[in-house]
């Protein structure tokens, strides 16, 4: 079992920057795949950035260039630069147990979810 916790939204106008971290408690092994995925109101959650133990990345291309994932021991980071409106969403941290996928169907642990909001 694993247990996600996310930390770090807010409000900030377009432009700004802000840092999500999700501490995992319960232990990662070399299979598994971190992600961050967002839901915006009336919207499905999508996928947006994913790192492998490996440290292997892979972005969304609406946030490839501003977004940086990153993971130490059990916390994995999500580095956001030059917000726009629209990347205003509630923000999860995700694990699939099995490895890479852009698939919610294929996560196994979810975290609670921490909004982000940018204003125009």
């Known amino acids: 079992q694993i247990q996600l916790v996310e930390s770090g939204g807010g409000l900030v106008p377009a432009g700004s920057s802000l840092r999500l971290s999700c501490e995992a408690s319960g232990r990662l092994y070399s299979s598994h795949f971190l992600a961050w995925f967002r839901q915006a109101p009336g919207k499905e959650r999508e996928f947006v950035a994913g790192?492998?133990?490996?440290?292997n990345t892979y972005y969304d291309d609406s946030v490839k260039g501003r977004f940086t994932i990153s993971l130490v021991s059990n916390t994995v980071s999500l580095q956001m630069n030059n917000l726009k409106p629209e990347d205003t969403a509630i923000y999860y941290c995700?694990?699939?147990?099995?490895?890479?996928?852009?698939?919610?169907?294929?996560?196994?642990?979810w975290g609670q979810g921490t909004q982000v909001t940018v204003s125009s």
């Open positions: 995700a694990v699939d147990r099995q490895g890479y996928s852009r698939q919610t169907k294929d996560y196994d642990f």
């Open positions: 790192v492998r133990r490996s440290g």
